[in-house]
């Protein structure tokens, strides 16, 4: 496998993705479809490391990406200045979102992961409702809360389908992009939080952010610079 086959494999698993949740209404109404090209990748890591070929494991890949729109589009809401009505339209698309993964599931009869992700969905708000709430919210505490936000639907997938041995990376990895985009990004974002928690955050995860690169021997080494690539200009500005 090159850089090519394996960019191919996730623009093909995005290109599946987005017309598995097109809905041509929502579609003129809310603009681009939000698909994270970086979930899908941790998405897809064991398969393309495991070079495993099951086309019911694509389909649950792309439940697993159905829910990280439905919870992405949702963050719109809070980090937009939106109408009445296009918070309405926001809501709506989410939920429409939502309720493919369940029909993708519910069609192969993945019934035990649809109440997994269902516990992990209501852990994920919990998480995204204190972040909102809280008076003071430390660098420990904002890690702890990212990491369930970001990972916590993967982290159930790998989980429940033997790919425990991804879990840390994926974790850890997913976290520090978070941060990173919360840090340095110019859009207004989901969560107010001050740079310097945001740092101290960053701070707190980047010797286990080392410590996973350095730990990467089992991945394909095409996977191992990919992974590489995406995170060590992030560490620069860190």
Do not use: W
């Not at 945001?198 to 089992?218: C, F, G, R, V, W």
């Amino acid at each position: 496998m090159n850089k090519h086959e394996l960019n191919s494999i996730v623009e093909k698993y995005i290109s599946d993705l987005q017309y598995a949740l097109r809905e041509s209404i929502l579609k003129r109404e809310i603009g681009h479809f939000p698909v994270d090209s970086i979930k899908a990748f941790f998405l897809l890591l064991p398969i393309v490391n495991e070079k495993i070929k099951e086309d019911k494991l694509r389909k649950i890949t792309l439940s697993v990406g159905a829910i990280h729109a439905a919870l992405d589009i949702h963050d719109r809401i809070e980090s937009a200045q939106a109408t009445s009505a296009e918070q309405q339209l926001t809501v709506l698309a989410g939920d429409h979102f939502s309720g493919i993964h369940y029909r993708i599931l519910a069609e192969i009869g993945e019934f035990g992961f649809i109440r997994g992700l269902s516990q992990t969905i209501a852990h994920i708000n919990e998480q995204k409702t204190s972040l909102h709430h809280e008076r003071r919210t430390t660098g420990p505490i904002l890690l702890e809360r990212l990491k369930v936000i970001e990972s916590g639907c993967t982290a159930t997938y790998y989980k429940t389908y033997g790919f425990d041995s991804y879990l840390d990376l994926a974790e850890t990895v997913l976290t520090f992009v978070r941060l990173d985009r919360m840090a340095n990004s110019t859009e207004q974002q989901a969560f107010a939080i001050d740079k310097t928690i945001i740092q101290q955050a960053m701070d707190l995860l980047l010797p286990k952010l080392n410590l996973e690169l350095e730990q990467m021997s089992s991945l394909d080494p095409l996977l191992q610079q990919v992974i590489h690539e995406l995170v060590n200009p992030l560490k620069s500005l860190s």
